[in-house]
């Protein structure tokens, strides 16, 4: 069974400081991984996802297949970065499993 | 084109009565996913499905609830008998066939009361 785990619920740091945000998977075959983003009040909008290897709005992930871990992160953290980050993994089937999602709140 | 579209955005009902979510997929998209956003919670997967076709419906309870994505018309997600329990935050999202990426709806906020 596919799993994905997002072990902080909230995550505060100042703008300028560095992010990270935590993702863990378990997949038995090859995985495909994403984030998406849901700003307030918005919908959900696809972040990155690992096979572009993209940076978008200053964040990069890199898949990790050792550790299982698909971590999200930015060197500067900016206040317009305050939102709910989901951490996803697809199937073969063409599903997103989601993780619990972390809130990430920068402070001036 | 302006992507998913799910209506109403926001729903009261009373305990025992229907609810009925509409989602209208991206045009061109023929696939259709509905999660559900419990308070302080993240996304759970429901049901995917295609044109008159109910591809997984794995994390759909096993009562009360049903989906349907008809060959015309929207995709439909219904709650028989709604308890408190169901008060969440429904997404639907679609996609292509032949390419990845989900985009999703705005949600529709269920309250029941």
């Known amino acids: 069974a596919q799993r994905v785990t997002q072990p902080e619920k909230l995550l505060s740091v100042f703008k300028g400081a560095p992010v990270e945000l935590k993702c863990n998977y378990s997949y038995s075959g090859s995985p495909e991984l994403f984030w998406y983003v849901q700003y307030s009040r918005q919908r959900l909008q696809l972040l990155l996802r690992h096979i572009s290897r993209e940076s978008i709005k200053g964040f990069t992930a890199d898949l990790n297949k050792g550790e299982t871990s698909f971590h999200l992160k930015k060197p500067f953290a900016q206040e317009e970065d305050s939102a709910m980050y989901y951490c996803a993994l697809s199937n073969a089937g063409n599903m997103l499993t989601f993780g619990g999602g972390t809130r990430l709140m920068v402070k001036p | 084109n302006a992507g998913v579209m799910q209506n109403p955005r926001h729903l009261v009902r009373r305990r025992g009565q229907e609810a009925r979510l509409r989602c209208s997929p991206v045009k061109g998209h023929s696939h259709v996913y509905w999660y559900r956003q419990l308070p302080e919670e993240g996304l759970k997967f429901m049901v995917y499905l295609q044109k008159e076709n109910i591809i997984d419906e794995s994390g759909m309870p096993k009562e009360r609830f049903s989906a349907e994505f008809p060959k015309e018309g929207p995709s439909i997600l219904r709650i028989q008998q709604v308890v408190r329990g169901d008060s969440a935050a429904y997404f639907c999202?679609?996609?292509?066939?032949?390419?990845?990426?989900?985009?999703f709806g705005s949600g529709t906020r269920l309250t029941v009361v």
């Open positions: 999202a679609s996609s292509r066939r032949d390419s990845w990426g989900y985009t």
